[in-house]
């Protein structure tokens, strides 16, 4: 299994959790895992054609996996993937 | 390590307050600030400069007494000025050689439009945000990973959080502010801070640091260096 580092403005769609362990051989496998533990989820990961948002990122470890096979990047057992959105908040 | 040098803030917040007395206690020499708003008594909470007796002046004014209070020698420039698109060019033009900017504003636009124009003019600057309990920042140069190699674009306006809807904990954009200062410090000394992303939920106190790569073609920072 693989463990999804969730942002704090995603954790209201997995009861709060940090850190969710899913299911999955690639990004695609494991957002679509993820989505079934935490319906609605995805959306506001993904766009209508299923690419990830341009303000989201995804990491494999430390590699963004637009530098990888994008949602095709393997993931393996015991891989930490980070879901890390850009935050804009400052005041 | 010193902060010497001039920086430019931008925003004089949660994020903006912290920030300035970072760089206040790393030696810079002047610092001109950046905010267009008041203070109010909703922003005391985690605005650490102001005070119940600074609400309804300008943030940038209530700012300049404070730090001139810590630091007489230090030169303050509070600019009372709401960064746009129009505003930024002129404000960025007259800034002296080697200014180091602090993006810590909450306009999502604003950052990619700051960083932009900070790359194009070939200024370093650190960029910041904290929103809830999780803060993260980055300090960018050219020829490393910059904001759009990272995310290529801010979030649409309807999918947009700011912090006066969903908050943010003092602790996160305390956190966050002086690490920033310490990012833009490092800048200056020449230390390699610059394209790694830093973050910290404060929720559960877990530190992350991302290394991403310069994006090939990126339209702000033009990819990796040659």
């Known amino acids: 299994m693989a463990t999804i580092r969730i942002p704090t403005p995603l954790r209201k769609y997995t009861q709060g959790q940090e850190e969710v362990q899913v299911n999955g051989g690639t990004i695609e496998q494991v957002l679509a895992a993820l989505e079934q533990s935490a319906p609605g989820i995805k959306e506001r990961i993904c766009d209508e054609s299923g690419k990830v948002r341009r303000f989201v990122n995804i990491f494999v470890g430390d590699e963004d996996i637009r530098f990888l096979d994008n949602l095709q990047s393997v993931v393996k057992d015991g891989d930490e993937v980070s879901i890390v959105p850009a935050i804009a908040g400052g005041r | ?226």
Request: proline share 8%; charged share 15%.
């Open chain 2, 1 to 226: 390590m010193t902060g010497g040098g001039h920086y430019l803030v931008i925003g004089a917040g949660g994020l903006g307050c912290p920030a300035l007395l970072g760089l206040l206690a790393a030696g810079a020499e002047a610092i001109t600030i950046v905010d267009h708003d008041v203070v109010e008594t909703h922003n005391l909470q985690r605005q650490i400069l102001y005070t119940v007796g600074d609400v309804g002046m300008a943030k940038v004014e209530a700012a300049a007494v404070r730090l001139r209070a810590r630091a007489p020698h230090l030169k303050i420039t509070p600019r009372r000025v709401k960064v746009d698109a129009d505003s930024l060019g002129p404000l960025l033009a007259e800034l002296p050689p080697h200014t180091i900017v602090l993006e810590c504003s909450d306009g999502p636009g604003l950052k990619f439009l700051v960083q932009d124009a900070c790359l194009a003019r070939q200024i370093p600057l650190v960029v910041g945000g904290a929103q809830r309990w999780r803060g993260q920042a980055q300090a960018v140069v050219r020829g490393q990973a910059c904001l759009r190699c990272v995310f290529e674009e801010p979030p649409p306006p309807d999918l947009q959080e700011p912090c006066s809807a969903v908050g943010v904990i003092g602790a996160a954009v305390g956190l966050l502010g002086y690490l920033m200062a310490h990012l833009a410090v490092s800048l200056r000394a020449g230390a390699a801070v610059a394209g790694r992303v830093w973050a910290i939920d404060t929720r559960t106190l877990t530190p992350q640091e991302l290394q991403p790569r310069p994006r090939a073609g990126c339209p702000a920072c033009g990819g990796p260096a040659d």
